[in-house]
Every structure is written in structure tokens, then in C-alpha cells.
């Protein structure tokens, strides 16, 4: 079975200060995904990444910044947390290729609180 | 961009069937359609998916439409366990999925 984990389940962070999540996906899968679930908006993509040391913004990527040294690692990182990105964050991997043919597969989510 | 419309809420006895809707008036003629459901307190999870042709799989039935801008996801005996936000999602770009707010779906027992 194809395991995403994610480092935290739940995050509390003070504004200002730099974030990291963590995302690892165990079946060598080539595209990573971070999204953000807000109440209402349902899941929106932040960031994308389809192999090692490449990214590609989503729809919301500012605020945020990404890093994929290793193929099964793909970390976010909020530069400096504001209030607005009090969220439910989720991490989803995929096999290569055409991203519409393939499921996405993923983590448990980490719910952040910047206070 | 692409955008799919489903009911906000459904409900369904324990063992009946399930039919959940969903229209996606936009999408593509080579894009497939996808399924997805989160259950309380995880991480989406897949469903199921097709291009064309009805699909089956373990855990359901994907029904859709010739024209390709509906299609149903069929739940054939709904458990309690099947409680969960149905998200029937499309592409609008290569790596962008539209998942908007889905269906919660109550199961009564």
C-alpha cells in the first residue's frame, strides 16, 4: 500500500515565525503535491513538484516556498506565518505521467495554527 | 477553469444504494474523471476514475454520461463507514485539480 506521511498532525506556530512541513511518500512516486483545505474552498493547490529539485506554483503559492532534495521527501516552508494560513495542509504523491491519469494518494493532513 | 457541481449534502440509508452526482459541464474530451472521498479527520483518498466506459471497482461504480459532462459515483450497499465528502474533481490545467467542496454524505443506520 502506498503510505504519505506527514510530520506533524498538529502545528501551532506565532506569527512571524518560519514553518516546515514535511512530507514523505514511501512508492517512489515522481509528482508531489502540497494543497491547503479551508472551510468552504475546499483544497487548493499551493505547490507541485514532478521530480527531484523541481517545483511548479499552484493556484495560492504566495506565502509559501517548497524544497524536494530527495525523491521521496517534498517539504513546505512558510517564510514567515501569518494568521491567514491557519489551515488544514495536505501532501499528495502520484506516479509519473499525465497527472490526470493517475490517483493521487494522500497524507493524514497537519492542521496549523498561527496565532 | 474548469469546475464541477455537486450537491452540497445527501443522505442514504444503511445497505441501500447510493447515488451521487455530479456535473462537470467543462471538461476536456481526453481528461479523465476522478472520484475522491475524504472520511472525518484524514486525508482525501482516491475512489475511482474513467475516461468513457462505466468503471467498477471494489469500492464502487462510476457511471458516465455519453456526453461526458455528468457522470455518478454508486455506492451499491452504503455502510455507516461510507460517511464521508464525495469530491468529484477536474483538470483545468496539466497539474491543477479542481476539487471544490464535494457531497457529505450521511449514512443512517
Known amino acids: 500500500d502506498v503510505k504519505v506521511t506527514q510530520s506533524s498532525r498538529y502545528l501551532v506556530k506565532r506569527t512571524g515565525e518560519k514553518v516546515f512541513l514535511e512530507c514523505v511518500q514511501d512508492m517512489d512516486h515522481e509528482n508531489m503535491f502540497w494543497y491547503r483545505q479551508d472551510p468552504g474552498l475546499g483544497l487548493r493547490l499551493i505547490y507541485f513538484?514532478?521530480?527531484?529539485?523541481?517545483?511548479e506554483k499552484g493556484d495560492i503559492p504566495e506565502g509559501y516556498s517548497v524544497s524536494r532534495e530527495k525523491k521521496e521527501r517534498f517539504s513546505l516552508i512558510l517564510e514567515s506565518a501569518s494568521t491567514n494560513q491557519t489551515s488544514m495542509y495536505l501532501c499528495?504523491?502520484?506516479?509519473?505521467?499525465?497527472?490526470?491519469?493517475?490517483?493521487?494518494?494522500f497524507g493524514p493532513g497537519t492542521r496549523l495554527t498561527v496565532t | 477553469d474548469a469546475k464541477t457541481t455537486q450537491p452540497n449534502s445527501m443522505e442514504s440509508n444503511e445497505e441501500e444504494p447510493v447515488h451521487l452526482p455530479c456535473n462537470h459541464s467543462t471538461i476536456s474530451g481526453t481528461d479523465y474523471i476522478h472520484w475522491y472521498r475524504q472520511l472525518p479527520s484524514q486525508g482525501p483518498e482516491y475512489v475511482i476514475h474513467g475516461l468513457t466506459s462505466n468503471v467498477n471497482n471494489r469500492m464502487a461504480s462510476l457511471a458516465i454520461a455519453e456526453d461526458r459532462k455528468s457522470s455518478t459515483l454508486i455506492l451499491h450497499r452504503a455502510t455507516l463507514r461510507d460517511a464521508a465528502v464525495y469530491y468529484c474533481?477536474?483538470?483545468?490545467?496539466?497539474?491543477?485539480?479542481?476539487f471544490g467542496s464535494g457531497t457529505k454524505l450521511n449514512v443512517k443506520p
Open positions: 513538484s514532478y521530480d527531484v529539485k523541481m517545483k
Open positions: 474533481i477536474d483538470r483545468y490545467n496539466f497539474n491543477k485539480f479542481y
Open positions: 499528495a504523491s502520484s506516479a509519473l505521467g499525465d497527472t490526470a491519469r493517475y490517483e493521487q494518494y
